[in-house]
């Protein structure tokens, strides 16, 4: 009953530095969806998928590459890291149509 | 340009209590609504949603209203507990392929005394 997994949970990165975020779902949901959680800002979209090898921008996708080879699995990539990115991320999934998306635990980066 | 605001970032009731949290929006496309709730070092958590079809829904303690002329709505709680102290945020998404997109509120800091 694992549902939404991120990892890692924490990570330091230093300016330029590039990394992946994982995650992954076992409900076999069709969108998955990365958000960034700033204070003050609520959870802004960063990159959308609806399916296996579909994928889009959201609201904030500068300097975030995404990827969608199978169902389960949505990995973040930061190509070069910039302290502006230091956040807190959730990944997130659900069903195509109205519903809720159920959240990962999230991953706090600093990028120093 | 935020499509979805919540005004109040924090708001403290006494247990017992009912607590009422806001959210306005300004997207017309917006036919789906989410609230939202966080609890620190945690993923958001789902309460409740309502479609632009209804005006209200209620899932026990919680009971959602939607205004769609006034592009508002609001999350009751009663009766209020100290384990509801958390963030609530509210989401919206559009239909179609949009579902899966989310617009969150900034949030509110909700906290219930004893």
């Known amino acids: 009953n694992a549902g939404v997994t991120q990892t890692p949970k924490f990570q330091v990165l230093k300016t330029g530095q590039s990394m992946t975020l994982q995650c992954a779902q076992d409900?076999?949901?069709?969108?998955m969806s990365w958000y960034r959680q700033d204070p003050g800002m609520g959870l802004r979209l960063i990159h959308y998928?609806?399916?296996?090898?579909?994928?889009d921008q959201g609201e904030v996708p500068n300097g975030y590459n995404v990827s969608r080879s199978t169902t389960e699995d949505f990995p973040l990539r930061l190509l070069s890291a910039a302290p502006s990115q230091t956040s807190v991320y959730f990944c997130?999934?659900?069903?195509?149509?109205?519903?809720?998306?159920?959240f990962g635990q999230g991953t706090r980066l600093t990028v120093v | 340009d935020q499509q979805v605001k919540q005004n109040s970032p924090s708001l403290s009731v006494q247990e017992g209590r009912i607590s009422i949290l806001n959210c306005d929006y300004t997207?017309?496309?917006?036919?789906?609504f989410l609230w939202y709730k966080k609890y620190p070092a945690e993923g958001p958590t789902f309460l409740i949603s309502?479609?632009?079809?209804?005006d209200k829904n209620e899932d026990g303690r919680f009971t959602v209203f939607l205004n769609k002329s006034a592009k508002h709505l609001s999350l009751h709680i009663v009766p209020s507990q100290p384990g509801d102290s958390a963030v609530y945020f509210c989401?919206?998404?559009?239909?179609?392929?949009?579902?899966?997109?989310?617009?969150f509120g900034q949030g509110t800091i909700l906290t219930v005394h004893p």
């Open positions: 997130a999934s659900s069903y195509q149509g109205p519903g809720e998306a159920f």
């Open positions: 309502i479609s632009s079809i209804k």
């Open positions: 989401a919206a998404s559009a239909g179609g392929t949009s579902y899966g997109k989310l617009t």
């Open positions: 998928s609806v399916g296996a090898g579909i994928t």
């Open positions: 997207n017309s496309m917006f036919d789906y």
């Open positions: 409900m076999n949901h069709e969108y």
